[in-house]
């Protein structure tokens, strides 16, 4: 039953297994074992870039192809879900016409993107997702009367899902409409990267492996390489949209920080690349080590400063502002002791 | 010779800047093995490559079972019933035995009894039928690379240097493999720089030179023609 629910695609390895059981059951439990509201907004972060890396994944580490645009494409989502919930008013009509509406319109601009440049080199193919990634960014920060601009905007969810919905006490926790919409996120999520690990361990997702690892042989054998490149960056495109779909139920707010920067874009990258490209399990451990590093990295590095006072320089360099340039030391060395991610090196064992 | 399955006509190819073929003529017969013979470097991978599809043929025409093929698809092509196997065996490694040869099977599930058959060729594979691809042998990846080709039924194999850098033991089972697709009759044309086993397995021969076909005829006359042999290939009758 459970090899069926994850594809036959097992961990592979006992350390593995247990991080990312140690990763559901903290997931699925986070409302109970981290009450407070940091710990359930990192909680719901995590399973949003966890769905959203893995939707990356499809792309780079099954089919070999590199795109700057899935930040845009997780906007696309967020967007869609704020503006169907602006005009169509609060309920979960809007909230799911403005998911598919999202996921449909990121699909089509993938599929215009590829069309474009995937028949021609997959290089190409990052060019021009830089560039329109690029110029939807300053389009929806100069259309400030639909998108809110710089600022974006904020929007209301249905009543159900908001945290003046109290439903009860359970386990000495007060069950609102927030820890609801924490479930909502989780378990859409859970079910979309089910969703992915079926796509990678279906047939599809083979062609895509050998393509990924040569393409001509793909062709060779008479798999038409340009057509499953389209097909893939167009699923992976919608399941972004609807990951960005969920941030911007949880947050009740997108702009252009929040979902379409390109410092998102880096996040992922990081995300995939730290947990392993070509693996889906990797995007759950890449997006849950980068998620609790940016939230908790400053926390602990004040307390290492403190505990340091004495010794000028390390107290110094352990100071929390500086947690971006350890973020980046510990991104650097992760790459250079673990070239095929985390996921990589628990299977191999090397 | 009448209706050959692969007919080319003055083929052009330039890769780069470079211009490699010269106008190749060459028919390929049905049901039989034509061995694509001369020394490095004359064109013979880039003829087998043009004909896949790899390369784009600049000028001149190729024709497959009668329908001209130069302007499709290489998955076109081989969906027609061409297959391939190159000569840096093209499996893929991250993948297992099984995976690789369920891929190959294009048209639908790898059927049993041409696995079997499959097995039978090359027993290694059934042993390593779950392992990863890039873990076998220099051996056993080129039989990979054979059995793929042979999962599905081709009207046409193109087989690169197959029995390359293998120890002996293994080119004759790779011999063996080519002499029971040849038994079926399946047409194929063979590359090869081991004179003996192409003496073995080829019935026609044709000789490259500087991007042409120089020379094309039965094996039999070129393996017993020891000036003919001297002129094109530069072998006497002892190394052939």
């Known amino acids: 039953m459970l090899m069926r629910l994850i594809s036959g695609d097992s961990p592979r390895s006992r350390l593995l297994t247990a991080l990312l059981l140690v990763i559901f059951f903290g997931l699925l439990f986070a409302p109970f074992l981290f009450p407070g509201v940091r710990a359930l907004e990192t909680a719901a972060r995590i399973c949003v870039f966890i769905l959203l890396a893995a939707s990356y994944d499809l792309l780079l580490g099954y089919t070999g192809v590199v795109s ?45 993107i590829a069309l474009f440049s995937l028949r021609v080199r997959a290089i190409f193919f990052a060019m021009i997702t830089l560039a329109v990634a690029s110029a939807m960014a300053v389009l929806v920060s100069q259309l400030s009367q639909i998108t809110g601009g710089e600022d974006g905007f904020t929007f209301q969810i249905p009543r159900a899902l ?81 990951a960005g779909s969920l941030f911007a139920l949880w947050l009740r707010y997108v702009g252009p920080d929040t979902t379409l920067s390109f410092a998102i874009m880096l996040d992922i990258l990081l995300m995939v690349v730290i947990g392993g490209m070509g693996t889906i399990w990797g995007a759950a451990i890449g997006a849950t080590l980068m998620v609790l590093a940016q939230t908790y990295l400053q926390n602990l590095m004040g307390s290492a400063a403190e505990a340091t006072a004495a010794i000028p320089l390390l107290s110094r360099l352990l100071d929390p502002d500086r947690w971006l340039l350890w973020l980046g030391v510990l991104f650097i060395l992760s790459v250079y002791f673990f070239p095929a991610g985390i996921v990589g090196r628990l299977r191999t064992g090397r | 010779m009448s209706d050959p399955i692969l007919r080319l006509e003055g ?21 039989a093995v034509t061995m694509l013979l001369g020394r490095n470097g004359v064109g013979k991978t880039t ?16 024709a497959f079972d009668g329908a001209d093929i130069t302007a499709m698809r290489t998955s076109d092509r081989a969906r027609a019933g061409i297959g391939y196997v190159p000569e840096d065996m093209g499996i893929f490694s991250d993948l297992t035995v099984e995976e690789n040869m369920t891929l190959a099977a294009v048209s639908g599930p790898l059927d049993p009894v041409r696995r079997d058959r499959i097995f039978a060729a ?44 293998l120890a002996p033991a293994i080119v004759s089972t790779m011999a063996g493999a080519l002499r029971d697709l040849k ?29 042409r076909i120089i020379w094309s005829g039965p094996m039999q006359t070129l393996a017993t023609d020891a000036a003919l042999l001297e002129r094109l290939m530069g072998l006497s009758m002892e190394q052939a």
């Open chain 1, 68 to 112: 700057f645009a899935h930040a845009m494409f997780f906007g696309m989502g967020a967007y869609g879900v704020g503006l169907a919930s602006q005009h169509m008013g609060r309920g979960f009509g809007s909230l799911i016409f403005g998911s598919l509406a999202g996921a449909a319109l990121a699909a089509a601009f993938a599929l215009v």
């Open chain 1, 162 to 242: 908001g945290p003046a919905n109290r439903m009860g006490e359970f386990g000495g926790i007060n069950i609102t409409g927030k820890i609801l919409n924490y479930y909502v996120v989780f378990f859409v999520s859970l079910a979309l990267f089910l969703s992915l690990l079926r796509i990678v361990n279906s047939p599809f997702g083979r062609v895509l492996q050998a393509i990924r690892e040569n393409d001509f042989r793909a062709e060779a054998i008479g798999y038409r390489v340009v057509r499953y490149r389209i097909i893939a960056t167009c699923i992976s495109a919608a399941v972004a949209a609807l």
């Open chain 2, 11 to 31: 083929v052009h190819t330039d890769i780069a800047q470079y211009h490699i073929l010269h106008g190749v003529d060459l028919d390929v017969p049905r049901g």
């Open chain 2, 47 to 62: 003829t087998l490559r043009t004909i896949i599809g790899h390369w784009t043929a600049r000028a001149g025409r190729i």
């Open chain 2, 122 to 165: 090359f027993p290694p594979l059934r042993t390593f039928w779950r392992s990863a691809a890039g873990t076998l042998s220099g051996g056993q990846k080129q039989m990979l690379s054979i059995a793929r080709a042979m999962a599905e039924e081709r009207r046409l194999y193109l087989i690169d240097e197959p029995t390359k850098g």
């Open chain 2, 183 to 211: 038994t079926e009759g399946a047409s194929i044309l063979l590359v090869e720089q081991n004179f003996a086993v192409a003496k073995a397995l080829g019935d026609h021969a044709a000789v490259m030179d500087d991007g």
